[in-house]
């Protein structure tokens, strides 16, 4: 079934460091693709987000390009932040139904 | 526009009782689901709906009951709440089952 594998945390980073998250997945057609930010005590926001192969969500200086080849959907920043502190989601969807990652949680330190 | 609202915020049970967790949303969205968040396990979806009058299952059904008479409001029934039901239950909405989905808050349900 389609499910999604993202890296496992927690990440530490200190400020303005880059950030990596990967994100695979397993699908049977062509999903679109997500990343949500949950920050405490909050529900989940859509960060940025990507339709079809080769699509690349931006959004808050944080990338990622949907790679069908390698069926991958890395979370990217280039400088990192004390306010980007939060639990990052990768997720697809495909008919009625999205399927999360397990979530990374994400210390920006100064 | 308030978005997607779920009340109560928090809740205690015991064993047994029953309850319903609200969730409303003011955007007209047909689509509508609920997710459990457990740790390390991301968020699981437990039922969705497509518009008023149709519900499914999702992932972990089991305990739990949906309805959707109208399109603004779907409540979450625990029929007899159990210690495995300790979660954080969202509720989210999207114009379809492929569009983006916007989150409520979250309800904390601890069950003693």
């Known amino acids: 079934g389609d499910s999604v594998t993202q890296m496992e945390g927690p990440v530490t980073l200190s400020e303005e460091a880059c950030l990596t998250i990967?994100?695979?997945?397993?699908?049977?057609?062509?999903?679109?693709l997500f990343w949500y930010v949950q920050y405490p005590g909050e529900g989940l926001q859509l960060l940025l987000k990507?339709?079809?192969?080769?699509d690349k969500g931006s959004n808050k200086g944080f990338e990622a390009t949907y790679r069908k080849e390698t069926t991958s959907f890395h979370l990217e920043k280039g400088s990192v932040q004390v306010s980007d502190s939060a639990v990052y989601f990768c997720a697809l969807t495909f008919g009625n139904q999205f399927y999360f990652g397990t979530g990374t949680s994400l210390t920006v330190i100064p | 526009n308030a978005g997607v609202t779920q009340t109560p915020k928090f809740q205690v049970l015991k064993t047994g009782q029953s309850m319903t967790l609200q969730c409303a949303q003011d955007?007209?969205?047909?689509?509508m689901s609920w997710y459990r968040q457990d740790p390390g396990m991301g968020l699981r979806l437990i039922h969705y709906?497509?518009?008023?009058?149709?519900?499914d299952q999702g992932e972990v059904p089991n305990g739990y009951n949906v309805s959707r008479s109208t399109t603004e409001d779907f409540p979450l029934r625990l029929l007899s709440a159990a210690p495995s039901q300790t979660s954080v239950y969202f509720c989210?909405?999207?114009?379809?089952?492929?569009?983006?989905?916007?989150f409520g808050p979250g309800t904390r349900l601890t069950v003693l």
């Open positions: 990967n994100c695979t997945y397993t699908a049977t057609g062509y999903p679109s």
């Open positions: 989210a909405s999207s114009p379809s089952g492929r569009n983006e989905q916007f």
């Open positions: 709906s497509v518009g008023a009058g149709i519900t």
């Open positions: 990507a339709t079809k192969a080769d």
């Open positions: 955007m007209n969205h047909e689509y």
